[in-house]
């Protein structure tokens, strides 16, 4: 297959990335014939790369980094201060004077021990005062900016006023807020004070979001009276009340917006008060932020990443893969629920500007994002693949329409993407612009694999793995393979790994939720498949494969082609093990139009699926609904409904808050057993 995307020797030049690999050639006198090679150097010497990382960036601490890794994934490995590495897994790999490694496997790793920084404070390094650091676009059209000079001056004074409440380093900070400016305020102010952020969107109720904020027991709540969605405006301010009254803890309360003066201090009134920007550097692995997970399963995991991880991290990402900096700006659709959010806010860390929307993607119009990234020159938009094929099934033409000619990658994650996504891509937005697919997780707020400037782009396939990454496929024996599909791991740390997740004390659920499958070794959940060429192809969770017949087969196949078909506007693929050694493989499609699910639709979606996926993937019914439920983040809730297919009470397989559309998962309950 050839790539429908390769860079052109100009692109690589200009890259950062390439720079980056000069950089390290200058360190270790290694030469790096191209992306490949530059990978395998980073997770075979991962000490030497970090570093380079943290000196390419110019990353400032209190500290010398003499130790960059102490604990490694790989048991057995033996260190002495200041010489060689013993007992690695990888043939030939040598390392640095002055790394140390105490021979722990993952959980465990410590890294930059010794070291003291702060997020903050180089998200707000960058910047011209008058220059524009923030664009913030609502749902009715309005647009504001916030320059460099104002982003610095609102987040001082908003961490002023939280030393003043008595916030101290390691408390916890939540926010109760859409995608605004406000958000990412408070979000660097609290960094700011060494104090912890967690925050959720308002289309939570107070109880769902008192399900993930209460956990922590916060001492400020800062929160907006409301939120615009699909042309309506939602009041919630007595969602705010309750939220509150659900939080003993909390000792102060900010508002956003129109409240009674009762309800808390006033937002405006705080952040225009005159301050000087302070940073408290707090140690390397300090928490910075607490991501929770979707919450379908049983209560959201409190997942808690540090200050010095999610920084080098997100320098690597944001500086090298997604190449944004200072004249290239980054506009990612999201919502403060999502882990994109904070990715996001990261790219202040490489002098990029942002652009927020707060509203639905598609109104007024399906054309709503291009739109923006258009108005704003973005260099860099990221989207889900849905919004890549209601785009497509809407004859939307945005490189025609619109001028897209500051736009130079658009980023896709959230669930597979389907081959026929990159082909409208190429034709409709231009060839031009990179289709940069990424497969990451909110357990390492970050990507597992992805692209870069100079990495080619195949279909259906993600180029590579990101940098730092020791990614690889193992069958059910722990074995790597190449070719086949097998559980998508990690066999080296990863700086932004979690610290811990919060109320674990003895860390039995974090081990047990990445590392009991293959001990030493980040089992994240996802079938991979690894091609002769280094590329990637992520087919869906583990723990919602189809097995037809003892093989299995990926749901993103299914959807591939079902994508595909204009009659269709969204679709679930179910496999569902009934007992007695029944298996029922279930496609659930929602219409386009109103037109019923007729014999002769049925009959061609088969038809497409057996000749463009396999005989083994026709599922045994077709089933029209009215709506597929999915997380708030956008993923279509595989396990839940199966789990409901199996017999499992409603409650019990799903939080009513963690759903975009409960009723839509209520109504898979009258499937329970099997086909009706």
Known sequence: MEPIWKPA????????????????????????????????????????????VWDFFDVQADGTPGTVLAGDAVPGATWSAGTVLAGDAVPGATWSAGTVLAGEAMPGATWFPGT????????LRHGLPDAVAVTAVAEDGTTSTLTWGELRGQVAALAQWLR????????????????????????????????????????????????????????????ADGYRWNGTAHDRRAEVAALRAALPTVRATLCVGDFDAAAGESWEAVVSAPAEPRFDRVDFDAPLWVL??????????????????????????????????????????????????????????????????????????????????????????????GYLLASAQAGLAPGRDLDLGALRTVGVTGAPLSAASYQWVHDHVGPGVQLASVSGGTDVVSGFAGSAPTTPVWPG???????????????????????????????????????????????????????????????????????????VVVSGRSDSTLNR??????????????????????????????GDGAYWLVLFVVLAGDAPLTDALVAQVKAAIRAQASPRHVPDDVIAVPAIPHTRTGKKLEVPVKRLIQGHPLEQVAARDAIDDFAALARFAVYAGGPR
């Open 9 to 52: 020797p100009a692109t690589v030049e200009a890259a950062t990335i390439t720079r980056f690999a000069r950089h390290l050639t200058g360190r270790t006198g290694v030469e790096f014939g191209g992306y490949r090679d530059l990978w395998e150097f980073s997770v075979r010497r991962l000490p030497e790369f970090w570093s380079a």
């Open 116 to 123: 003291r920084l702060n997020y903050a404070e180089h998200a």
């Open 164 to 223: 003043r409440a008595g916030v101290r380093h390691g408390d916890r900070v939540v926010g109760y807020l859409p995608n605004t400016p406000h958000a990412l305020v408070a979000f660097l102010a609290t960094a700011s004070v060494g104090a912890v952020w967690s925050a959720c969107a308002q289309d939570y109720s107070a109880r769902g979001a008192a399900a993930r904020f209460a956990q922590l027991e916060p001492v400020v709540l800062i929160a």
């Open 292 to 385: 929770f997970s979707s919450g379908t399963t049983g209560l959201p995991k409190g997942i808690v990443h540090g200050h010095g991880g999610v920084l080098l991290e997100h320098l690597k990402l944001l500086g090298l893969h997604l190449d944004v900096g200072p004249d290239r700006p980054l506009f990612w659709y999201t919502s403060t629920n999502w882990m994109m959010w904070n990715i996001v806010a990261s790219a202040l860390l490489v002098g990029a500007p942002v652009v927020l929307y707060d509203g639905s993607p598609t109104h007024p119009s399906p054309d709503r994002l291009w739109r923006i990234a258009a108005a704003c020159r973005v260099a860099a938009l990221g989207v889900s693949p």
């Open 461 to 535: 396939e993600i180029s590579a793995p990101l940098l730092g990454v020791a990614l690889a496929s193992f069958d059910h024996r722990g074995r790597p393979v190449v070719g086949e599909v097998g559980e998508l791991v990690v066999t080296r740390p990863m700086p932004s790994m979690p610290l811990y997740f919060w109320r674990d004390p003895d860390g039995s659920r974090y081990r047990e939720a990445y590392f009991d499958a293959f001990p030493g070794v980040w089992r994240h959940g996802d079938w991979m498949l690894t091609t002769p060429r280094g590329s």
């Open 549 to 578: 017949h003892g093989v299995r087969l990926g749901s993103a196949d299914i959807y591939a082609v079902v994508d595909g078909l204009p009659q269709i506007r969204d679709s679930l693929v179910i496999g569902a093990e009934l």
